[in-house]
């Protein structure tokens, strides 16, 4: 036993011990900037490029719930377009997510999200949630298994992921929501106590992504539950969400 506690001394902690303020490497795609007058074509071909019509030209702007961030509107842009490392992009309301030509971040991240002080003063620090798969392709569920491993460590903050909508304080979607997937959706969200929270996780949740168009599709979910917190990416990198439900909660 003792010999233990020397070893676990000597390891220290492995987590990231500031997450609000660490930075990812450079090549990891966040945040875009967008300068319309670096391209002197036709932007058309620009909107043409992305695989899920998250590019509008009129005016230019991206919406983040739609992205992907493939990196090809930024090799086509020839530096109209840039992905920066900034990596805390979620956000409240969903018309948050649109960034356009520019949009400093600063001023875009301004009040991106809503405290929910009530919902921090109901469950103090501690916020239990039920991830539901609705038929993703386990990108984003992978990165949300990330977010309790030694690096990140979401535990400490109190946030942890759980096996039953009936012990949870809320709903964490991923996925475009699938037929099948959405009976199995509602019932999760039914099962939970009010108040509860739903978090919507990568492009697929927040707008079906590429399988927006598809006939398999049933996201008639999110016309009748409000969601609290958009987390984009595709997927949303583990400090993107650990950030995003710390504003939410406030506690960050």
């Known amino acids: 036993m003792l010999d233990l506690l020397k070893l676990r001394r000597k390891h220290g902690s492995q987590a990231i011990p500031d997450v609000v303020n660490a930075e990812l490497m450079e090549s990891?795609?966040?945040?875009?900037?967008?300068?319309?007058?670096?391209?002197?074509?036709d932007w058309q071909s620009i909107v043409d490029i992305c695989p899920t019509g998250a590019i509008s030209k009129e005016p230019v702007s991206i919406d983040l719930g739609k992205c992907i961030f493939c990196g090809e509107c930024e090799k086509?842009?020839?530096?109209a377009v840039r992905f920066t490392n900034i990596h805390k992009t979620a956000a409240s309301d969903r018309r948050h997510l649109i960034v356009a030509s520019g949009s400093e971040y600063d001023s875009y991240r301004e009040n991106a999200v809503e405290v929910k002080r009530e919902i921090h003063k109901l469950f103090g620090r501690s916020l239990k949630l039920r991830q539901v798969s609705a038929g993703g392709c386990n990108g984003c569920e992978m990165e949300l298994n990330a977010c309790s491993n030694?690096?990140?460590?979401?535990?400490?903050?109190?946030?942890?992921?759980?096996?039953?909508?009936?012990?949870?304080?809320?709903?964490?979607?991923?996925?475009?929501?699938?037929?099948?997937m959405a009976p199995a959706l509602m019932d999760a969200y039914q099962s939970i106590g009010d108040p509860k929270v739903v978090i919507a996780v990568g492009a697929c949740a927040i707008s079906g992504g590429v399988f927006a168009e598809s006939a398999q599709m049933n996201r008639s979910f999110l016309n009748d539950?409000?969601?609290?917190?958009?987390?984009?990416?595709?997927?949303?990198?583990?400090?993107?969400?650990?950030n995003g439900v710390l504003e939410f909660l406030g506690i960050s």
């Open 28 to 41: 990891h795609r966040g945040f875009p900037v967008i300068d319309e007058t670096k391209y002197p074509g």
């Open 76 to 79: 086509l842009s020839g530096g």
């Open 150 to 180: 030694v690096n990140f460590d979401m535990g400490r903050f109190g946030i942890d992921f759980v096996a039953s909508p009936r012990h949870a304080d809320g709903v964490v979607l991923t996925g475009p929501i699938t037929k099948n």
């Open 225 to 242: 539950v409000k969601v609290d917190l958009y987390v984009p990416g595709c997927p949303p990198h583990p400090l993107t969400f650990i």
